[in-house]
RNA sequence: GGAGGGAUGGGAGAGUGGCUAAAUCCACCAGACUGUAAAUCUGGCGCCCGACGGGCUACGCAGGUUCGAAUCCUGCUCCCUCCA
């Protein structure tokens, strides 16, 4: 046991809803253990989206090395596998030459947990036409018909899905058909591969969690200066470009992120501001309940902090952190 | 002063004699989740009970009609629009 210990590679984690301030303690650990920081958030990783998905400032990027924000156009797509990969790259590379702590720190828990436990996941790539031509059945058939069509192809994995749920659906016809008729050989068919496998990570991970009002407070108050911060000229700018809401009527899926779908409907005149900003506040409110489903107050990982951060309880956590960092 | 319209659950808003504790949406609470995840999907949401069943209280207030009323009638209160 002790030598698995010498070997895996040791990470600070930091996880909760949004708003919390993850960042901020992710900043003032980096600086103190001299770190690295790997975002774990599915939005920040587009360019041109910086306000609306608070982003960390030019001045903190330049502290401290960030890794897996900015990284990809609004319209291009990103997922788990890509995520997964990239952070596996980035903890290794920390490792390397200058040595530094990874900190991984963002909301998205399913990357988190995928990081984490090493999950295992289905090599067949999105196919965009054929889910297109999917989700438009589905629309006019509806996802029944689909399911049906998956328990006829594959009653095994048809069992396993939630047949209500579009997305799962598609994505398991998806699997499907990548691998021709013969899905029996098909080593990507979700129960033939093992589910996960527990990569050689020595991570401390650190929750903050807040009341449930003062966090929906504190969600309103940051939106509230988003908007300030001029927000919604990010997202005019962002349409400008091309990246609007035209065509496709749930547009690219970087708009389908909190706000700026909002503000582009705003800017094309179907609601006043105050009620897009007001649906943005509640929209967040709903992320951040969904967010305590993946990181849980219950959950024995996970080391909880009560959000605004004492002074008395940042030094301990430092002190543990030390000590951890040299067992 | 006159003529109309309206008051429904935390909010918006259906319902116009029984199938209604009351559609739907939002808020709120809970759950799922393995290449779209800030996405997508599911459940709950008056109160009480040993709760796949039952009880109580509910649609501005008070009374009435009826076997039965959120729904019909009368009065009252408040709100809105138009005329003066």
Partial sequence: M???????????????????????????????????I???????????????????????????????????????????????????????????????????????????????EGWQVS???PNAKLRERL???????GVGALYEDLRRLDPEVAARVDGRNPRRVIRALEIFHSTGDDARADVNRVEERPRKIPPDYDALILGL??????????????????????WLAEARELRERGYGLAGSKRGMAALSGLGYGELMRHLDGEMPLTDAVQRIKYRTHRYARQQYAWFRLSDERIRWLEAPLRDAVFTRLIEDVREWLRS
Avoid: C
């Fill in 135 to 141: 989700e438009l059945r589905a629309e006019y058939e």
């Fill in 209 to 230: 969690t807040m009341e449930r009002r003062a966090l929906y407070e504190r969600i309103d108050e940051r939106i509230d200066a988003q908007i300030a911060a001029g």
């Fill in 38 to 116: 790997i975002g774990a958030d599915s939005r920040q990783i587009y360019r041109l989206m910086s306000i609306g998905t608070a982003k960390p400032t030019e001045a903190d990027r330049v502290a401290v090395p960030h890794h897996l924000v900015d990284i990809i156009d609004p319209n291009e797509r990103y997922s788990l596998a890509l995520f997964l990969r990239d952070a596996q790259d980035a903890i290794h590379n920390a490792k390397i030459t200058p040595i530094r702590l990874p900190i991984v720190v963002g909301g998205t828990g399913q990357y988190v947990w995928g990081l984490l």
């Fill in 2 to 36: 002790e030598g698995v210990g010498e070997l895996a590679t040791k990470m600070l984690v930091i996880v909760g809803p949004t708003g919390v301030g993850k960042s901020a303690l992710a900043m003032r650990l980096a600086r103190e253990f001299d770190g690295e």
């Fill in 123 to 125: 090599s067949t790539k």
